[in-house]
Each structure stands twice: as C-alpha cells, then as structure tokens.
C-alpha cells in the first residue's frame, strides 16, 4: 500500500539533525541508488556533520521504525 514517507536523523544525544521528507512513495524495496533514500551527511542549515553515531526514523501513517547509522569520514 502506498503511503507518505518522512525520514527523521538524530545525533546519539537524541537532537534532531534533519528531516527528508521522501513524499508519497509505492509499497516495495527501494535499494537501487536512484530509488532509496539518500542523506548527504548535512543538517538542516547545510553543515556537515561530524563522524559519529546517528539514529534515523522511519516514518509513515502506519509504520515507524527507528535504526542506527554510523557516519565515518
């Protein structure tokens, strides 16, 4: 089913570091490179981010699911 998809990224204190709004996407896997979701390690003013552990959710109407990343440079 389709549905609205929003990506939230935190640092691992839990402050928000940005959000991507994916819009309204089909059910089904997205791992090709031009169809996944695709974070350039910025924030949300344009700063780079440091390296380190991140925690993104992943949110729809009826789905949320929250996972770690690690950002090394």
Do not use: C
């Not at 640092?11 to 996944?36: C, H, I, M, N």
């Not at 109407?61 to 690690?70: N, V, Y």
Request: hydrophobic residues 35%; charged residues 25%.
């Amino acid at each position: 089913q389709s549905a609205r998809m929003t990506i939230h990224i935190y640092e691992s204190t839990g402050r928000w570091v940005r959000t991507l709004d994916l819009g309204q996407k089909p059910a089904g896997f997205y791992t090709s490179r031009a169809t996944a979701a695709y974070w350039d390690g910025r924030n949300d003013t344009g700063e780079r981010v440091s390296s380190g552990l991140y925690f993104y959710r992943l949110q729809t109407d009826h789905f949320s699911a929250m996972r770690k990343m690690l950002i090394v440079k």
